[in-house]
């Protein structure tokens, strides 16, 4: 396959949040309720493919019929009221690509956002702590030994953070010093002092190989321009090293675009040529194999397919594009380990402006096959392996640990 990045696919495969803030733009102007009420149903109306399409048009008008009733002929009705039957509709529809971001304007929403950070992406976990879940390459988090699985304690000479919330503030805080700082983590129930720079990269997260004897673990955060390369030349890296097994860490994969879907796809020998993302209208719009094939990328990018065994590891969290990774390598012969996927990985979502200055993503397309059926929903594991609070507090990966163990049985 050829690729270019010099186009990027308008159609994004990402999670979305729904109701989720995207920034702090001011206000335009206030608007009548069944002003913005009148536009989404428009937009959902006329471009909505997701799960729950053929019945959108009853919930509409439901959700419609109650605003009248809430606004009982006040004019203007308040826009709060019109955004809060929006918000009824996107959440009976249980779709992760359908959200709205009040007062955030069309072109904030597609920009892309930088994140200051030491290159280590974390999470909080339901016990309350603040867990690392993955370390680009070359990072100032990586330099300091900063492991996935690791716990953040605390900053040290900052007073103790009330929730793992306050304490990420309080990272980013050290980071913007630019000044090294202290962290306390615990690793496998030891505590452990490491020193951060504070030096910031702009690029986000990217994906890292480690390795765990002769087994290379790639971490994939997100799927987002660029990666799919990136990912690449780590199979290609991790081939050439020898590895006798590879893991393809997905947990915390929310989507991204199809170009780079298709180059992580070809390094893991999986076939994409049968698919394309088709409308509500049952229109094309776009072939993947007219996507993988606009262009030869420059000679760096060279890679070799993978051609051992190899894992994927999932959870509740993998979503979008991150699952038609899974599904694809799986059809390669790859084994499947953690937890079922998010659900909407036969879906995609387009971006559109409502007035005053807010946004609204749908789910404007759905993934089919050379036979024109839907692909499923989500993914379902080989092996279901859960991750337990006594697993995180210890700073065990049982999923990591089962992945091993089957790639030592091949």
Known sequence: MRFSFRRLAPILLTLSLSGAAAGGAERHTTVDAFVVYSEAARLLNNHYAGPDMLGIGPLLDREGAALKRACAGTIPCPETLGRAAVEHVIHALHDGHTSVHWDVDLEQARAPVYV??????????????????????????????????????????LPPAASAAALTRQIRAAEDSGQPFKVRLRRTGLEQTVTLKGRMGLWGPVPSLRWEGKVAVISLPILKAGTGIRFANLVTQAQALGATGLVVDVRLNPGGTIPDLLVAAEALNANTSTF????????????????????????RY??????????????????????????????AGAQVIGE????????????????????????STRTVGSSGQWIPARVVPDQLVPLTAGDRAAGRDAQLQAALRWVALQ
């Open 302 to 331: 060279v890679f070799t397919r993978w051609n051992k065994p190899l894992v994927i590891l999932t959870s509740s969290q993998t979503a979008s594009a991150g699952e038609i990774l899974t599904y694809l390598a799986r059809r």
């Open 340 to 363: 079922a996927t998010y659900g909407i990985m036969n879906t995609a979502s387009s971006t559109h402006a409502l007035p005053g200055g807010s946004t609204l993503n749908l789910t």
């Open 276 to 299: 394309s993302s088709v409308a509500r209208s049952g229109r094309v719009t776009e072939d993947w194999t007219r996507v993988s094939e606009q262009g030869a990328p420059p000679e």
């Open 116 to 157: 200051k950070r030491s290159g280590m992406l974390t999470l909080p976990t339901p016990e309350g702590d603040l867990q690392v879940v993955h370390v680009d390459d070359t990072s100032e988090a990586e330099r300091a030994s900063v492991h996935p699985g690791d716990v953040v304690l605390a900053v040290i000479g």
